[in-house]
């Protein structure tokens, strides 16, 4: 499965974030139905 632009924008967001607010990150992108592992 590819990454969609989102996707591609929403990985380098984690990234560049401090550990604390990726869990945030990752909520959204289950949300959206693409969980990040």
Do not use: N
């Not at 967001?13 to 139905?33: C, D, Q």
């Amino acid at each position: 499965m590819s990454l969609t632009r989102f996707q591609e924008i929403l990985v380098r967001a984690l990234e560049s974030v401090p550990y604390g607010e990726i869990t945030s990150f990752k909520l959204i992108a289950e949300a959206l139905g693409d969980p990040i592992a």
